[in-house]
């Protein structure tokens, strides 16, 4: 029976590049490979007789797909999913800068 250090650290080498890069689909002569930002997390715990731990979870977000058509190579977005990820991003430049202006008015 392995222990759950050595099941993370199974997992985790296995959750590398193969989870960003999905397997290369062909369509009529046209490749594609899927990519995605992919997170992994883990707990765990044990606090003597009483105590117990657990917990995981991963994500992935689908931000666009490599295209090999003519023999070149182009990466094509996935706009929704980069807006999704730009708008928090926008939104906290924009606050800190708000505050880095007023800050510099003073």
Do not use: W
């Amino acid at each position: 029976m392995t222990s759950l250090p050595e099941k993370l650290a199974e997992i985790s080498r296995s959750a590398g590049v193969k989870s960003a890069y999905g397997e290369p689909i062909q369509i009529d002569g046209v490749t594609l490979v899927p990519v995605a930002i992919v997170q992994y997390g883990f707990g765990g715990g044990d606090a003597g007789d009483q105590g117990s731990g657990g917990g995981g979870g991963g994500g992935a977000l689908p931000i666009g797909a490599y295209v090999k058509s003519a023999g070149t190579v182009r990466f094509e977005p996935n706009v929704i999913a980069l807006l999704g990820v730009a708008i928090p991003f926008i939104c906290v430049t924009g606050h800190v800068l708000t505050r880095i202006i007023r800050a510099l008015k003073k």
